[in-house]
Nanobody
Framework: VQLVESGGGLVQPGGSLRLSCAAS????????MRWYRQAPGKERELVAD????????RYLESVKGRFTISRDNGKNTVYLQMDSLKAEDTAVYYC?????????WGQGTQVTVSS
């Protein structure tokens, strides 16, 4: 299993970024996918998840209405569209899947929201 995130960077408050997570080594279309984030000095938290077929999504309360999770099962990729970014969204963002009882994480991508 391999998860590779991309799309992070430095953005001003109110700006947007789109994160991607390219998955390989497993039947992507059969698994719930999740995005987590971890800010300095804080615990890792679940930001959003999406069902295998993409029909059900859930969000951390603080990102509802600003972030959108989606997936393309033909491309084995999950996305996180982040709009109206705030300083408190600054964190390393990780893609995650649990398969056969084992956790798999990507390497993470840094998102910094600052003027």
């Amino acid at each position: 299993v391999q998860l590779v995130e991309s799309g992070g960077g430095l953005v001003q408050p109110g700006g947007s970024l789109r994160l991607s997570c390219a998955a390989s080594g497993f039947a992507f279309r059969n698994y719930v996918m999740r995005w987590y984030r971890q800010a300095p000095g804080k615990e890792r938290e679940l930001v959003a998840d999406i069902s295998a077929g993409g029909g059900t999504t859930r969000y951390l309360e603080s990102v509802k209405g600003r972030f959108t999770i989606s997936r393309d099962n033909g491309k084995n990729t999950v996305y996180l569209q982040m709009d109206s970014l705030k300083a408190e969204d600054t964190a390393v963002y990780y893609c995650y899947v649990v398969r056969s009882g084992r956790d798999y994480w990507g390497q993470g991508t840094q998102v910094t929201v600052s003027s």
